[in-house]
């Protein structure tokens, strides 16, 4: 067996985790490499200096704080439904209102730079025959298109 | 009600807790309760914290009880959660040897020594704590943990294994690594007789 496979064997075996014929395989090799029995003597006489010489003893009063905690995340808990209940919908409309109300602000702005970005507004003859009014420009007096046609050129 | 489920074993608790006994889960909480603890306090050290992450624990007992279907013994789950805990656990920066001021003194001697012990022996307990757990610290976290396990809950390596998801194989390499480590920090404090 090489030192470096017994070094690592000597930690399972301080610690009772060898087969049987491993342990026979380590033992031999220890009673014939010194560098590898002192490294076991180390290990064994650092790990016993680290034994619990004490308990460690829980808090009397532990199991009660546990509860009490329990207690109070559940307290909080229900309180916090009733509150979610109403409280969503009212998010979800301002949030709503909040989104229109940032989207016609932004609207105006672009609309009056694209307004402002034109030459000239278009007159009011050429709106009439873009759109196709003119055909109204013909009918008689009194008339439905009569009075549709001076609505859309001012009575010009 | 606590005496009639002395006799029951983890997973007849647990499930008794789920059906809304709750003395069950009193039963397991004084089952477990100074091994938990013992294995935070080895882990985080004779802080305040230490209480604090033993309640965490328990508490996620108590909120996920549902959760454990039986494919592993109770003690393995609860382990499993203890150690997560830890391991989660963010360190506040301080130096072990401050466990030797007034609070960090106190604690220790209300956790380790008993009144009987004079002064001295009180406070030479202390200081070999603080010497062992601070050269714990010095350890990974995963090494810690599965030293804890080992050395101090005398858990096996196919337990360890089993509580922190990892091959045999890997347990045997921490631990040989964190024995290596501990050796280290160590040795110094045992040639002049502190350890």
């Known amino acids: 067996m090489k030192c470096a496979k017994a070094k690592r064997k000597i930690s399972m075996l301080l610690d009772g985790e060898l087969e049987k014929n491993e342990e026979e395989k380590l033992l031999a090799h220890l009673n014939v ?88 507004p278009a007159t009011s003859q050429e709106f009439v025959t873009t759109i ?8 008689p007096n009194a ?5 549709y046609n001076n609505l859309l050129t001012g009575g010009k | 009600m606590v005496k009639t489920l002395f ?14 006994d709750e003395s069950a889960f009193e039963e397991l ?6 091994k938990i603890f013992n294995l935070v306090y080895r882990y985080i ?27 592993s013994k109770f003690s393995t789950w609860i382990y499993r959660i203890a150690v ?10 301080r130096l072990v040897m401050e466990s030797l001021d007034k609070s960090g003194t106190q604690l220790v001697k209300e956790l380790v020594a008993p009144d009987s012990t004079t002064p001295e022996e009180q406070f030479t307990r202390a200081r070999k704590m603080a010497i062992i757990q ?14 804890i396990l080992s050395k101090y809950e005398g858990f096996s390596y196919a337990e360890i294994g089993e509580i922190m998801n990892v091959s045999i194989s890997s347990v045997e390499s921490l631990l040989f690594r964190a024995k290596q480590q501990l050796k280290k920090e160590l040795t110094p404090y045992k040639e002049i007789g502190e350890l």
């Open chain 2, 7 to 20: 006799h029951e074993d983890d997973e007849f608790l647990i499930k008794r807790f789920v059906s809304n």
């Open chain 1, 143 to 147: 008339s439905f298109g009569y009075i």
């Open chain 1, 33 to 120: 490499c010194e560098n590898c029995r002192k490294e076991k003597e180390a290990l064994h006489s650092i790990l016993t200096s680290i034994e619990p010489t004490a308990t460690i003893t829980a808090p009397p009063y532990l199991y009660l704080k546990v509860k009490q905690q329990i207690r109070e995340q559940e307290v909080k808990k229900s309180l916090s439904r009733p509150l979610l209940r109403w409280l969503r919908p009212i998010t979800v409309t301002l949030g709503v209102v909040v989104i229109l109300f940032f989207s016609s602000l932004i609207g105006n702005f672009l609309g009056k730079r694209i307004w402002t970005g034109q030459t000239a």
């Open chain 1, 132 to 139: 196709g009014f003119d055909v109204f420009s013909d009918t």
């Open chain 2, 29 to 34: 909480f004084r089952r477990y309760e100074q």
């Open chain 2, 134 to 147: 601070q050269a714990l610290d010095s350890l990974p976290p995963n090494q810690k943990i599965a030293f």
């Open chain 2, 45 to 71: 050290g004779p802080y305040p914290e230490t209480e604090e992450l033993t309640q965490d624990v328990f508490i996620k007992v108590y909120k996920s009880a549902q959760t454990f279907k039986g494919k």
């Open chain 2, 84 to 93: 997560n805990t830890c391991l989660n656990y963010k360190k506040k920066k």
